[in-house]
Nanobody, 120 residues
């Protein structure tokens, strides 16, 4: 069983920045961030693959969000800049034994989620 602990959510104004952090209790090949807004399905935000250090982002956040991490420490961060009201959601850290993927059902463990609210 792998446990994920997230931190860093909050309430900010549009145009502000926030940094989310996630620490996992076990090492893996890839970790990711997803988000879920009220009444909507969970959606992929970004992922990082430790093999080669590759990253991948959803089009909606590309150029504004940056995912980074430390494989040795089992941590992954999400730096969110130029936040918009539509970024408001619960953000989840996810862990998979597989190579980098954007498919949520392929992630084995999930964090409890952290709320990000962006006011206009």
């Amino acid at each position: 069983q792998v446990q994920l602990v997230e931190s860093g959510g909050g309430l900010v104004q549009a145009g502000s920045s926030l940094r989310l952090s996630c620490t996992a209790s076990g090492r893996t090949l890839s970790m990711a961030w997803f988000r879920q807004a009220p009444g909507k399905e969970r959606e992929f935000v970004g992922a990082i693959g430790w093999r080669g250090g590759s990253t991948y982002y959803a089009d909606s956040v590309k150029g504004r969000f940056t995912i980074s991490g430390d494989n040795a420490k089992n941590t992954v961060d999400l730096q969110m800049n130029s936040l918009k009201p539509e970024d408001t959601a619960v953000y989840y850290c996810a862990w998979t034994r597989r190579l980098l993927t954007i498919t949520s059902r392929l992630y084995d463990y999930w964090g409890q989620g952290t709320q990000v609210t962006v006011s206009s």
